[in-house]
């Protein structure tokens, strides 16, 4: 049995930040499907009782660890194996601050954004992704800024904020009917600088579940 199981999709960005980093940093792991879309699994009693009390993917069991939260999780693939590991108190908080803020705001709104926009039934109100685009273009320019100044999130490495924050952005631009790298030309060579590390697969290569059934 591989050293680190992951419970996963395709489709979801959130999971991918994990996935990625255990193909980085060279693990041994194996994806477990939760089928999001059809079966709803992650709603499931079961899955509540025996793999994630919140009802979401990405978790992570390593022995008897079974550990959700992307952030969480890329902390602890980091400190277990010393790479992509943000350095001194300094770093650690800086890279705590990005992951927080993509989880709530860039990749926070995007995956929300891109689900109502083509998973759900019906699609959601336009109001809303109108809302959300907004929050998104906002946001996206943060991060593009930041970039502009420093190879990485956080300087001259990539470290955990890098691979927390490409969460969804590798993912099809029409899935999304706007063009992030297009529009934002750092995170654009970013995403290039982030895609050349050895172990960088896309998430359609390196998680189950896609295409979906039926598409
Ligand atoms: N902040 C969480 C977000 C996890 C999350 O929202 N995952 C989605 C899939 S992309 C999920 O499982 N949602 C449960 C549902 O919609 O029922 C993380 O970074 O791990």
């Given at each position: 049995m591989p050293e680190y199981q992951l419970y996963c999709f395709a489709q979801s960005g959130n999971a991918y930040r994990a996935a990625l980093m255990l193909n980085l940093i060279g693990a041994d792991w194996a994806p477990v499907f939760v089928d999001?879309?059809?079966?709803?699994?992650?709603?499931t009693p079961e899955y509540r009782t025996n793999v994630n009390e919140m009802g979401e993917v990405p978790v992570l069991v390593h022995g008897a660890k079974k550990l959700s939260q992307s952030g969480v999780i890329l902390t602890y693939l980091a400190e277990r194996s010393g790479q992509y590991l943000p350095q001194g108190e300094d770093e650690r908080l800086e890279a705590l601050r990005w992951i927080i803020f993509d989880n709530q705001k860039v990749n926070g709104f995007l995956g929300p954004y891109r689900f109502l926009r083509i998973f759900a039934k019906p699609p959601g109100d336009p109001k809303v992704l109108a809302f959300l685009k907004g929050r998104i273009d906002n946001n996206l320019a943060i991060v593009d800024k930041r970039l502009a100044a420093r190879p990485f999130i956080l300087g001259e490495r990539p470290t955990i904020a890098d691979v927390s924050l490409v969460a969804y952005l590798y993912y099809p631009a029409q899935e999304f009917g706007f063009d992030i790298a297009a529009e934002h030309r750092n995170i654009a060579a970013w995403l290039g600088r982030m895609r050349a590390l050895p172990g960088w697969a896309h998430p359609y290569d390196l998680m189950p579940g896609h295409p979906m059934p039926g598409a």
């Open positions: 999001f879309f059809v079966k709803g699994e992650q709603r």
